[in-house]
């Protein structure tokens, strides 16, 4: 019946069953549903029907609904279902959700949630917390399976099987040796193909690619990506097997870091999303909105140096909108070329110098195209021959400059091991505005004689 | 011996065994490789070299290679190898990878690569050739396993076993009935803890998440994403089950489908990366700046209309870049945020509403702080108590009209299934520009008996 179901429908059907408390007709529902479509349901429920619905849900499932949903709604629904339920859901929360779920509360709240849970557990979210922000030990979890070296084929299968509820993959199982040090992994299709009498050590891959626990996030999801693995194990700085990270939350990862660079590129500021409230929101893209206000002033204090050729020429305002703008975007279109390429690209001196004689030959073409298409646009709309010739050297040199400066910067802040998006946005369109107009007025002030 | 060689040391290795014509040696280090490892060693590999290293790999290895690499190796492998290698190699190459090397190529040249292969083969893959690009039947594999709903438990990984070499996931079986049709999915580690005699249509999922043929893959990550799943099964229209898009491949949609954004959103062009050729990357970026230098002028035309305000009070031209700089920037962020938001969120009147609400007052707070503080700073610089009032109002109200327009216009977009994001970077750039000029020199072009 329920393949067929609506969500709609589905939500007038839990309700129902809420509303005549039949928790045996609830449970055929939740049994056919994943955790998202749970929290769906539950953030569409009418408010007093929420309490009857955690009440009906199992530890195991108010562990995949808390998963699903947001922090702030993650402590509502943990209000919501008390203190001692609170502890055996956190038990069974994957570690590395919990330690999000955690992070950034005050210590005392962090103290009361975890005071409910086992020793044991609690002990491992409070390890994983230690890590460094965005790198593989805090997205790491402990749900893996372990062989030793001297398994038999079998007797890894069986080991498999026993654990193969608890494990979050069931695709590889990490061989390691009498110190906990990782030396070999073994995928459960070898198994399957493998003679069962076979020692493990003579099956495995010795060449193991692994994380260490600080190994940033986004590497970390570059490795899943080029080697197609639904895993990558990690291990701390003795090549102790610490964990795994899986592929399901490296996507989060990568949605993530690209969200990060596009907030960077457009100067958004940080995480603002559709559920932001407009203060925040408003306080987090303020800092580069009056960074940009002086940039501004900046531009304007040196057109001012210019004041006696301006009244002289006044046609000479008329481009200069094109022409800081033109200058801005062909260096923004450099700096997107270049971030996005230091992700998957291995730089080295070869790569960089041919990258950036690449963009000087761009910025020539693209210098000499533009440059003469306004020459003659400016010649015909001014009748000025002059003009027409300053404006267009103008923007044959800005646009070179322009499009170095987006290749060049960030290749250097990347090189001072600075994030060359954060840095690069308001840094190129600064520059990229001081040198359009000195090099603007300037052009047009030597040849102030031949305009007027 | 190989876990602890760096890939330096296992090239020049391998280049030993090439030489000393030693298979065994190189087979031995080839077995603790990875695809991505073997196309590093291929790319790294002196080009006198890699003839031999080519006759030196299996099938089962060339085919694996050439999903690493790009078209263009492709290619150059293919020839290398010979038409009867290339045959064999093209039929182990999984269809969706194939089917992405067939793309673009002339339909000659396509018709002798397939010639050498199967019938079975090729037609599979003429087959997905014909969906239309970026959607699920184009990144789907048919190398998946599927069991019937009257099987038992037992006889369902009985068949797992089988085909498990030559499965793309052994995780999921899906479930069809006598008419191919998709009515279930189960988890193989479900299997491991059923009981052998159970029946499968007992045991499974009956609502199974599937994408259709024709679903765009943004769309089919997006599930990926949610679900946390390995794999998403794909059906036409018939609910006939065609193929699974798996995790790996969907990893590549999300990196691609950012980067898609990120080129849009900063106008630089489509598919410019390092390898990228000097002409055509100044091709596919002069598009967008032609326009925006046609927008410079139309900006410039809309400041000569103005020029009488200008001649009376050059300093006007001071605060033109700060207006319009800002104007466009607090555009490019709502922009930003709106079209990242499109891609997680589920879209409704409520949802837009408040979200347009939210922006405009962001606009308002913004506006209000960034007017007060360059009124101030106008009125000292320039010693003009009008000129700031002037300066701060029209910023003022060219902040509110930018954040409008940045969250509004991509929304509008969006409804007419025009991609937000390709339209309206320029789009907005555009907009603002024209709305801060008009504004600025309106309201200075009313006051203008008092700034003088």
Redesign the interface.
């Known amino acids: 019946m329920?393949?067929n179901m609506t969500e709609n429908q589905i939500t007038l059907y839990i309700i129902k069953t809420l509303k005549e408390n039949k928790k045996k007709d609830f449970d055929v529902i939740l049994d056919?549903?994943?955790?998202?479509d749970i929290a769906q349901l539950y953030e569409n429920l009418p408010e007093k029907h929420q309490p009857r619905f955690l009440l009906f849900l199992s530890v195991d499932r108010l562990a995949d609904l808390l998963e699903e949903l947001n922090k702030e709604k993650q402590l509502e629904v943990l209000n919501k279902i008390g203190k001692e339920r609170t502890g055996k859901v956190l038990d069974e929360m994957d570690n590395d959700d919990l330690a999000l779920l955690l992070d950034e509360l005050s210590p005392e709240k962090i103290a009361s949630l975890l005071s409910g849970m086992k020793k044991s557990e609690s002990q491992i979210v409070q390890d994983i917390m230690n890590y460094p922000p965005e790198t593989a030990g805090r997205i790491m979890t402990n749900r893996f399976v372990w062989i030793r070296d001297y398994y038999s084929v079998k007797a890894a299968v069986e080991k498999?099987?026993i654990f193969?509820?608890y494990?979050e993959t069931?695709?590889y199982l990490y061989v390691i040796d009498q110190h906990r040090k990782l030396v070999g992994v073994v995928s459960?299709?070898d198994l399957?193909?493998a003679e069962p009498h076979e020692k493990i050590s003579d099956v495995m891959?010795?060449?193991?690619?692994a994380a260490t626990v600080t190994t940033d996030q986004e590497e970390v999801?570059r490795m899943?990506?080029?080697?197609?693995?639904?895993a990558i194990p990690v291990v701390n700085e003795e090549n102790v097997l610490m964990g795994i990270a899986t592929?399901?939350d490296?996507?989060?990862v990568?949605?993530q870091e690209?969200?990060e660079?596009?907030?960077k590129?457009?100067?958004?500021?940080k995480s603002?999303?559709?559920d932001?409230?407009?203060?925040v929101?408003?306080y987090r893209?303020?800092p580069?909105?009056?960074l940009?206000?002086f940039?501004?002033?900046l531009?304007?204090?040196i057109?001012?140096g210019y004041?006696q050729t301006?009244?002289q020429v006044?046609?000479l305002?008329?481009?200069?909108?094109?022409?800081?703008?033109?200058t801005g975007?062909?260096g923004?279109?450099?700096?997107?070329?270049v971030?996005?390429?230091l992700i998957?690209?291995d730089i080295n001196k070869k790569?960089v110098t041919?990258?950036i004689?690449?963009?000087f030959?761009?910025g020539l073409?693209?210098g000499l195209?533009?440059g003469i298409?306004?020459s003659l646009?400016a010649y015909f709309?001014q009748g000025n021959a002059v003009l027409g010739l300053v404006v267009g050297v103008s923007l044959f040199l800005t646009l070179i400059i322009g499009t170095l400066a987006g290749a060049v910067i960030p290749l250097i802040l990347y090189r001072l091991n600075i994030d060359p998006a954060i840095a690069s946005g308001p840094l190129i369109?600064t520059l990229n505005?001081i040198f359009s107009?000195i090099t603007y007025f300037g052009i047009a002030t030597m040849f102030i004689s031949y305009l007027t």
Do not use: H
């Not at 305002?317 to 033109?326: C, E, Q, V």
């Open positions: 329920i393949q056919e549903l994943q955790p998202y498999l099987k193969a509820e494990a069931i695709n459960y299709r399957l193909i891959y010795e060449r193991v690619i999801a899943v990506e080029r080697y197609d693995f639904l592929v399901d490296l996507i989060d990568v949605i690209a969200n660079d596009i907030e590129l457009s100067a958004s500021g603002i999303d559709f932001t409230k407009a203060f929101a408003a893209r303020l580069w909105l009056i940009l206000l940039i501004g002033i531009s304007g204090g057109i001012s004041e301006l009244e006044v046609a305002t008329f481009f200069m909108p094109m022409i800081s703008g033109m975007n062909t923004t279109q450099s700096l997107a070329v971030v996005r390429g998957s690209n790569v041919k990258l004689l690449r963009e030959f761009v073409l693209i195209t533009c298409l306004i646009i709309w369109t505005d107009l």
